[in-house]
C-alpha cells in the first residue's frame, strides 16, 4: 500500500511538473494584454510556449494574437484570458508560421474561433505544418499528443490588411524576416503594435536558414516610422520603441550593413566573422554566445546570393 501511495505522489508531482508554466496577462492598455513568454527553449514545462502572445478585448468578443505551439498550449493560454474576461474568443490571428504561433489554431477553432492570416503565413503554414510536429515532439513528448496542424482557414489577400472588431481596428502587415509570411498586427487607435517575430528584446534575435536578415531591416525600419507607443515583441519583455531599437533594429543595421557589405565585396566569410566576433552593444542579449556566430554565417550567405 505504501509503495502505491508513493508511487501515485511521483506520477502525481511529475504531471504537474510538466504542465507547471501558466502565463499572466499583462495590461499594455485599456483591454490590451500581453502574455510574455519564457526566453529559454521550448520545453515540456512550458508546453512551447516560450514566445509573446496578446489578446484585446472587444465588446465583441476577444482577439487573440498567435495561437500556440499545441492543444495544451492553447488551453493554457485560455486559462490566461479567461483569468481577464469570460467574452469568448472571437478570433485568432497568426503572426506567422513558427510552431509557436500557430498550433494551437484548431483548439480555438473547435470553440468557435475564426482563425486569419494573410494568405503567405498560411501557406507557410500548410507547407511547414508536419515537420513542425515531428520537431516539437522532442521537446513536448507526450504534451504534444491530440495537437492537429491547422493553417489559418482565413486567409487576407495583399502586402496589409485592415480588420475591425468591437470597434477594434487592426492592421496585419508582412515582415518576412524571421520567416516567410511572418507579419505584425498594429493597432494605429493604440499605437501599439504585436511585432511577431521581427522585434526581440532581452534576448539575441535569431537568423534562421529561412530568414531574411534584408526584409527583416527593411520591416524594422517601417515599424520604426509607425512611432508605436509600445511594442508587444516576439520575445522579450514588453517595450517601447527605443529597446526595440537598440536589441533589433540596431542589430538588423549590423547584418545588413557590415556583414551584407563584407558578403558583397566578396571578403573571406571566416575572416569577417572572427572581426565581428565581440561586439559589447548586445553580448548582454540572452544567447548572445549560441546565436551570434551562425546569425552572421546566414546574413553572410544571403548577402553573397545577391
Known amino acids: 500500500?505504501?509503495?502505491?501511495?508513493?508511487?501515485?505522489?511521483?506520477?502525481?508531482?511529475?504531471?504537474?511538473?510538466?504542465?507547471?508554466?501558466?502565463?499572466?496577462?499583462?495590461?499594455v492598455a485599456a483591454n490590451v494584454y500581453a502574455l510574455v513568454g519564457p526566453l529559454g527553449q521550448r520545453s515540456a514545462e512550458n508546453d512551447g510556449l516560450n514566445a509573446n502572445y496578446g489578446f484585446i478585448v472587444t465588446r465583441k468578443g476577444v482577439i487573440l494574437i498567435d495561437s500556440g505551439a499545441s492543444r495544451l498550449g492553447a488551453q493554457t493560454i485560455e486559462v490566461?484570458?479567461?483569468?481577464?474576461?469570460?467574452?469568448?474568443?472571437?478570433?485568432?490571428?497568426?503572426?506567422?508560421?513558427?510552431?509557436?504561433?500557430?498550433?494551437?489554431?484548431?483548439?480555438f477553432a473547435g470553440k468557435g474561433a475564426e482563425v486569419i492570416a494573410l494568405a503567405r503565413t498560411a501557406a507557410t503554414q500548410a507547407e511547414t505544418g508536419a515537420q513542425q510536429l515531428d520537431n516539437l515532439e522532442r521537446f513536448l513528448g507526450d504534451r504534444l499528443r491530440g495537437t492537429r496542424p491547422l493553417p489559418a482557414p482565413k486567409t487576407l489577400t495583399g502586402e496589409t490588411a485592415t480588420l475591425d472588431l468591437g470597434g477594434e481596428t487592426l492592421v496585419l502587415a508582412y515582415t518576412d524576416a524571421h520567416y516567410p509570411g511572418d507579419a505584425w498586427v498594429w493597432l494605429p487607435k493604440r499605437r501599439i503594435v504585436f511585432s511577431g517575430d521581427l522585434?526581440?528584446?532581452?534576448?539575441?534575435?535569431?537568423?534562421?536558414?529561412?530568414?531574411?536578415?534584408?526584409?527583416?531591416?527593411?520591416a524594422f525600419r517601417a515599424l520604426a516610422a509607425l512611432k508605436p507607443a509600445r511594442i508587444v515583441p516576439g520575445h522579450g519583455r514588453v517595450?517601447?520603441?527605443a529597446q526595440a531599437q537598440r536589441e533589433s533594429g540596431d542589430y538588423y543595421d549590423f547584418l545588413?550593413?557590415?556583414?551584407?557589405?563584407?558578403?558583397?565585396?566578396?571578403?573571406?566569410?571566416?575572416?569577417t566573422l572572427d572581426r565581428h566576433a565581440d561586439l559589447p552593444a548586445f553580448r548582454h542579449l540572452q544567447n548572445y554566445g549560441d546565436l551570434h556566430r551562425a546569425n552572421m554565417n546566414r546574413a553572410f550567405t544571403e548577402f553573397e546570393a545577391q
Not at 502505491?4 to 511538473?17: N, Q
Not at 526581440?200 to 531591416?217: E, F, I, M, N
Not at 545588413?256 to 575572416?271: K, L, N, V
Request: charged letters at 25%.
Open 1 to 27: 500500500m505504501l509503495k502505491r501511495f508513493l508511487l501515485l505522489i511521483a506520477l502525481l508531482t511529475t504531471v504537474a511538473g510538466a504542465h507547471a508554466y501558466q502565463p499572466r496577462a499583462e495590461k
Open 80 to 107: 490566461a484570458i479567461r483569468k481577464v474576461t469570460k467574452q469568448p474568443v472571437r478570433w485568432v490571428l497568426n503572426t506567422g508560421s513558427q510552431d509557436h504561433r500557430w498550433l494551437g489554431n484548431d483548439y
Open 199 to 218: 522585434v526581440y528584446v532581452d534576448r539575441l534575435l535569431g537568423v534562421l536558414p529561412r530568414s531574411s536578415v534584408k526584409h527583416g531591416q527593411q
Open 239 to 241: 517595450c517601447d520603441l
Open 256 to 271: 545588413a550593413d557590415a556583414i551584407g557589405r563584407a558578403a558583397r565585396e566578396m571578403e573571406p566569410m571566416d575572416a
